[in-house]
T-cell receptor
Framework: RKEVEQDPGPFNVPEGATVAFNCTYS??????FFWYRQDCRKEPKLLMS???SGNEDGRFTAQLNRASQYISLLIRDSKLSDSATYLC???????????FGRGTSLIVHP | GAGVSQSPRYKVTKRGQDVALRCDPI?????LYWYRQALGQGPEFLTY????????KSGLPNDRFSAERPEGSISTLTIQRTEQRDSAMYRC???????????????FGQGTRLTVV
């Protein structure tokens, strides 16, 4: 089983839609969690950290469910510019190595 | 520079040749990571350093791959006797300090696209 698993998609949604991605992780001792965004042919960039209490940044909301070992990303009012690959990142317990999922592709169409 | 810098951006080499990929992290960043990314996949961990010490090299595929960071700043990933399967995007990232949760955002360079022909 991979340490971090994501549905690769693609998720095709119209502008204005709400879309959610989940990511599961295998190491129950994992300490920190992130969502990164990667545009085509570009490097990954941090979108947001994921805190135990959940956190929101504008149209983006991230949640952590430790009991079920998954994190989620919710995007409201999708924009064309949200089209990208969203990478789930986990720092497994005892390691300080950001471990990436394969990414979920989002395509927002007019 | 302000960001992580990698060179060369593109490298085409013949099978059997050695290549050296360079990473210049953000100034002051203690931790430096090397990843390899195949098309349609997330970055796959290769190795990482804190200062000049290699902390973990468990992701290096075999002994043809090695990395160093002799002065705790610039790092070089070397692939000896390259094979076609080594073709990929090689990405370097740095962070303030991996062991500090507040400092664990990883900043990536633009990568080196390696093609072995």
């Amino acid at each position: 089983r991979k340490e971090v698993e994501q549905d690769p998609g693609p998720f095709n949604v119209p502008e204005g839609a709400t879309v959610a991605f989940n990511c599961t992780y295998s190491n129950s001792a994992s300490q920190s969690f992130f969502w990164y965004r990667q545009d085509c042919r570009k490097e990954p960039k941090l979108l947001m950290s994921v805190y135990s209490s959940g956190n929101e940044d504008g149209r983006f909301t991230a949640q952590l469910n430790r009991a079920s070992q998954y994190i989620s990303l919710l995007i409201r009012d999708s924009k064309l510019s949200d089209s990208a690959t969203y990478l789930c990142v986990v720092n497994p317990g005892g390691s300080y190595i950001p471990t990436f999922g394969r990414g979920t592709s989002l395509i927002v169409h007019p | 520079g302000a960001g992580v810098s990698q060179s060369p951006r593109y490298k085409v080499t013949k099978r059997g040749q050695d290549v050296a990929l360079r990473c210049d992290p953000i100034s002051g960043h203690v931790s430096l990571y090397w990843y390899r990314q195949a098309l349609g996949q997330g970055p796959e961990f290769l190795t990482y350093f804190n200062y000049e010490a290699q902390q973990d090299k468990s992701g290096l595929p075999n002994d043809r791959f090695s990395a160093e960071r002799p002065e705790g700043s610039i790092s070089t990933l070397t692939i000896q006797r390259t094979e076609q399967r080594d073709s990929a995007m090689y990405r370097c990232a740095s962070s303030l300090l991996a062991t500090d949760p507040a400092g664990t955002e990883a900043f990536f360079g633009q990568g080196t696209r390696l093609t072995v022909v």
